[in-house]
T-cell receptor, first 110, second 114 residues
């Protein structure tokens, strides 16, 4: 299983764009990159998933360079309600046993 | 509402008690999972069920006993727990285990062992 490394915490202000980068140097060919969001006392919630280049949905964008050794979750114009822990996971295509790291604790300030 | 319901939301038990956590998913999924989240620690995968069969047990102590009677229900039976077992226990489901399907989590059971 590819190990992921991401910053422990980040601070931002309302209305700013937030970029959280995750390193996964030993990612395998068939691995996908997946991000989850977790609020206090709740289970994690799926945000976005990608394999290469760029993926965008109504919540976020995910940028993956050609070597796929890192990825960046981009949250446009964050609000206070985006304060949460964000997890980067590398998941094998044929194995859905997801293992979470420590995550990045994002704090959005007014 | 994620379609995964866990009960109870909060549980306090003594070390000699026996209790059970319940999880129900209304999504028609075939795989279900138990995770443990201790304070300031990453989520730990405990058990994985696929089509009602246990497919993985990540070296979890025997005082935790899972049960999956059907594809919609998952239980975690607890007995003679230790204070260090106090944590948020999360249930999740996905369409299949073999495919790269996203996980849907419940809100968890906050367990305190006295």
């Amino acid at each position: 299983l590819a190990k992921t490394t991401q910053p422990i915490s980040m601070d931002s202000y309302e209305g700013q764009e937030v970029n959280i980068t995750c390193s996964h140097n030993n990612i395998a060919t068939n691995d996908y990159i997946t991000w989850y969001q977790q609020f206090p006392s709740q289970g994690p919630r799926f945000i976005i998933q990608g394999y290469k280049t760029k993926v965008t949905n109504e919540v976020a964008s995910l940028f993956i360079p050609a070597d796929r050794k890192s990825s960046t979750l981009s949250l446009p114009r964050v609000s206070l309600s985006d304060t949460a822990v964000y997890y980067c996971l590398v998941v094998a295509y044929n194995n859905n046993d997801m293992r979470f790291g420590a995550g990045t604790r994002l704090t959005v300030k007014p | 509402e994620t379609g995964v319901t866990q009960t109870p939301r909060h549980l306090v038990m003594g070390m000699t008690n026996k209790k059970s956590l319940k999880c129900e998913q209304h999504l028609g999924h075939n795989a279900m999972y138990w995770y443990k989240q201790s304070a300031k620690k990453p989520l730990e995968l405990m058990f994985v069920y696929s089509l009602e069969e246990r497919v993985e047990n990540n070296s979890v102590p025997s005082r935790f006993s899972p049960e999956c009677p059907n594809s919609s229900h998952l239980f975690l039976h607890l007995h003679t727990l230790q204070p260090e077992d106090s944590a948020l226990y999360l249930c999740a489901s996905s369409q299949d285990r073999a495919l790269n399907e996203k996980l849907f989590f419940g809100s968890g059971t906050q367990l305190s062992v006295l």
